[in-house]
């Protein structure tokens, strides 16, 4: 229990994945625990995945990367950060067969949920990484450099 303690005390936040379904706003949103890194890829219509951000003791970062492999859709795959009200405060959108990045800061003690959302029936890729703030990575300008691991960004090209 001690060891669990410790561990706990020195994680700055958490990500987490789909299970049990809750309500934030008109947002639904599920949880389990999962890493700080995630790819995956949307192929039906109006799909969508879930994940949860607790910021605990320090802000941090967020990098997405989106890839829509269709072409001739117009509005195709996003992932989109929602407050812990609900309201929306992010997102990155990729259409056309395009490939796109974005990138914004999560304050401290708060909980965000990012949504991974396909439109149509567009197939895409997509990628994010959450980076706790610290002396080294101190600004949006910063932010914006966030490399993923190799494996991720190879599988994503």
Do not use: H
């Not at 890839?67 to 990729?94: H, M, P, Q, T």
Request: hydrophobic residues 30%; proline residues 1%; aromatic residues 16%.
């Amino acid at each position: 229990m001690v060891f669990a303690l410790v561990f706990t005390m020195f994680m700055p936040y958490s990500v987490t994945k789909a299970s049990t379904e809750f309500e934030t706003g008109k947002q639904t949103a599920s949880l389990i625990n999962y890493s700080t890194s995630y790819s995956g890829n949307l192929a039906e219509k109006n799909s969508s995945v879930w994940y949860c951000v607790d910021s605990v003791g320090y802000s941090a970062f967020y990098n997405f990367k989106l890839k829509n492999i269709n072409i001739g859709n117009n509005e195709g795959i996003s992932l989109n950060v929602y407050d812990s009200d609900g309201a929306k405060v992010g997102y990155a959108k990729a259409e056309n067969s395009t490939e796109t990045d974005n990138y914004g800061k999560m304050e401290k003690n708060q909980r965000y949920y990012i949504q991974a959302y396909s439109k149509f029936n567009c197939t895409g890729d997509y990628i994010f990484s959450i980076i706790p703030e610290d002396d080294a990575l101190d600004s949006l300008t910063d932010a914006s450099k966030i490399s993923l691991s190799k494996y991720y960004y190879d599988s994503f090209r």
